[in-house]
């Protein structure tokens, strides 16, 4: 496994998992939730974003980080929000290694926002400014905002195992069931 952070950095990186398992270690309990789906917070421990992006060092034109995960999903962080303390890439969820259904090895842990665009199977970062967009990615990429497929099979970022049998990704063109408020 290997960690790509390029783009707008003035030094372009490749990390081991060993490496980032060297860096600073944060540990934060956070709630994840989902469409019709009722978690307990979970303890996410991993490495704060900005102790990557700091260390890749982000030049002045930085405005926007994409973390892309192994299926070519990605979602976009400001990077006020990425510098933020609550947005780190997590390897451990209970004190035990993420599986490869929680996102193994790396998953987006982003505290100010719900489970959905917590992207699984972190390989690349890229930093962009506003005004450029993403390279070499799949076609089979989603809205930047909602790790929520329109179609296929793929699952949203935060469902478990336990739960993906009850969902189904419905094409915009189908009836949709009615969804109701949990809160």
Sequence with gaps: ??????????????????????LAVWSKKVGSYCPSVTRAADEWTGVPLSTILNAAGLTPDATEIYLIGADGYYTVLTLQNALAGNVFLAYQTNGQALTEERGYPLRLIDGGNNGQD???????????????????LSGSIQNPRSNVPASGSKLCACFIPAVASNYRATPETESKPEQRDSL
């Design 118 to 136: 917590w992207i699984r199977w972190i390989t690349n970062i890229e930093v962009k400014s506003s005004l450029t967009s993403v390279s070499n």
């Design 1 to 22: 496994y290997v960690l790509h952070v390029t783009g707008l950095v003035n030094n372009p990186s490749a990390l081991s998992y060993a490496e980032i398992l060297s």
